[in-house]
């Protein structure tokens, strides 16, 4: 088993915290796991993205030109990266930011309108836990259980009056796929 | 032992005030502006000292008053930034003072590109400063073996009196990966009885400096280093086979491409193709009869070095080690572009294609 | 038998390489007495730069580093920074300081660093054979001004001390001359003063000692003395620039 995943963005969208955050899932469920921004400039505004691999093999190359599933954040994203998705791969679309389709047929695409289910839940903020949860409900890869302990941890002591919030947003985002 | 997961730049310098690292001075340059940024956070509370100089020069020459003075001290920088600093290197050198170098390589040359590259290799491997001299450099390959060569390194430097620099590349400073922080075997080290600390009762003066003015004393000072040196090169040589031992080809990589190699024998390997990989870990000194040992096998036909530079830096030293015993194809990609799984797959065939 | 002088502690008995009617021997004993009188020595740790003082490692008792050109405050602040307790001084020329190590002396200063710099300004680079210095004259002949420094080629000298006075982490500029006995006096008194207030932990120390070259200048001892009475003091003017506890 091996993900290759290209998280996309605006800067300051969290992708590249997305990509963090699986990371540490994978991390906590055993796997081997790399991550790496892109980085310069368009951290300040531009499209930042992030490459993930989680697999239960040691990882060699922790960036790649080809890659199982997409996570567009902004429509340059989409445009972007859509080629380079392996056939038979996933695209999870930030459906309230991109209005373009995900053009090719041998793709699974996910939209998920993670900034109205972030309004609904109570705090913009929250959006990339929503894309989280569609994620996970959708690859299988990682257990639900993982995601939402690491969300315990993530938010300790003062900060957890914001735990259940972002669980909310997490199994929101799963039932988006499910 | 829990998986911490960690930014290669942060690790760096958390392995270093774990190794006992006393002081840092440091420049902010992308992309390892992270290891003084930790340091200025933590080392202070480790009880050390960081200082943000006002150049690249003024911060290995602080490195060169502390070490002198019998301190830990280390600095970090990329490229344009580890340029600056071989003035104070090669002071080091001569005076045979122990630092530690982060050198987390972007692109060049000049102010080229704050992407990954690897086109340092001749300046770390060569001296890069004035004079003869050598320092030991470890090139890792991935966050965990950054953190333990970090730790490492003081030791090394501390037993040889000597510099010693960690090459890594933008990549390898950028991205996480979880590591443990396993304990890393100590050395047996001598006394700092030289160091310029103050007399406090001594009988003498010790004096640290690079300059012996009369050339017979400047002759003997070389012939001592260069002894030293033969040591080093005797016990600190290290590298890493990857299913070598039925190759047909072998890649030579260090530092980032070796890892993509890595995907690349798998694909290989499961198409029947028996390719290995040879991976230096220490740069200088190179792991020369290891790797000429390697090209006498009747097994290896061709040889495909892969780098982040163009002009084929390592390639110098590989064709050294094979000495024309077998093929040697080149695979370079520079300027924060870095060799893909899919060309080096290419390459190893067309090689195989030629000798076969 | 009383002793009435005797040679000082801080210095060794190594023969100073120095020529015939260069001050530098006189600086490195005020120098050294200064340690040994304010009891100093047995810690104190000293950086020597490149120019003709290189040797002074040589003639100080106490430990020593000599330094890449012009980089002594950079070497003396990795130093004081990890050993705060210890007396630590830079002793540099005008070529060393003023020109490549103009970076450092600037930004040791800035910091506040507490250490002290010993300034020799000659006016010209010894070591090398008298090339033009940043302190060299209007006028004044060198290797490389051979008709006599310009404003058009070279722009006007700078005053250090006054320079670095500027900055609030020097809390201590002087400026003397050992020409004669007075004014030795006159020097050792600041030398003293810029350790007692580095060991207060006040700030960056600085004393710029205005000396002879007479090998460069292409005079007697005693005619480049006078040269320096008549042409540097009234340019580099002696006294104390700075001195923060006397402000306040």
Known sequence: MKKEIIISGFGGQGGLAIGKNLAEAGMAEGLNVTWAPSYGPEMRGGTANCSVVLSDKPVGSPVFARFTELIALNEPSLSKFEEGVLPGGSVFVNSDVVTDRVSRSDLTAYYIPCAKIAEEVGNPKVGNMVMLGAYVAATKILKPETIEAMIQSMFAGPKAKFIPLNIEAFRRGMACVQ | MEKELWKGNEAIAEAAIRAGCDCFFGYPITPQSEVPEYMSAHLPKAGGVFVQSESELAAINMVYGAAGAGMRAMTSSSSPGVSLKQEGITYLAGAELPAVIINCMRGGPGLGTIQPAQGDYYQATRGGGNGDYRTVVLAPSNVQETVDFVQEAFDIADQYRNPVMVLCDGLIGQMMEPIEWHPVKKRALPPKDWAACGRKGRDHHNIITSIFIAAEECSDHNDHLTAKYAEMEKNEVRWEEVQCEDAEIVITAYGTPARIALTALDTLRAEGIKAGLFRPITLWPFPEKALHTLAEQDHVKAFVDVEMSTTGQMLDDVRLAVEGRKPIRYLGRAGGVMPTVEEMIDLVKSALKEVK | ?248
Request: net charge neutral.
């Open chain 3, 1 to 248: 038998m009383a002793v009435v002088y005797e040679k000082s502690k801080g210095l060794t008995d190594a023969e100073l390489h120095y020529c015939p009617g260069c001050h530098h021997g006189i600086i490195h004993k005020l120098v050294a007495e200064s340690l040994v009188e304010l009891g100093l020595l047995d810690g104190a740790i000293g950086i020597c730069p490149v120019g003709c003082s290189v040797f002074a490692y040589n003639y100080f008792s106490c430990d020593m580093l000599e330094a890449s050109h012009g980089r002594a405050p950079a070497v003396a602040t990795g130093i004081k920074r990890t050993h705060p307790d210890q007396a630590v001084f830079t002793y540099q020329g005008d070529g060393d300081l003023a020109s490549i190590g103009a970076a450092e002396i600037v930004h040791a200063a800035m910091r506040g660093e507490k250490f002290t710099t010993i300034f020799v300004n000659n006016a010209i680079y010894g070591m090398t054979g008298g090339q033009m210095a940043p302190t060299t004259l209007i006028g004044q002949k060198a290797t490389t001004c051979q008709s006599g420094r310009t404003v058009e080629q070279a722009g006007m000298p700078i005053r250090v001390a006054e320079m670095l006075s500027t900055l609030d982490g020097c809390v201590y500029a002087e400026r003397v001359c050992v020409t004669d006995i007075a004014n030795i006096n006159k020097a050792k008194r600041a030398i003293k003063k810029a350790f007692e207030k580095q060991m207060n932990r006040e700030g960056f120390t600085f004393v710029e000692v205005l000396s002879t070259c007479p090998t460069n200048w292409g005079m007697t001892p005693l005619k480049a003395v006078q040269w320096l009475k008549d042409n540097m003091i009234p340019y580099y003017p002696l006294g104390v620039i700075k001195d923060k506890g006397l402000e306040v």
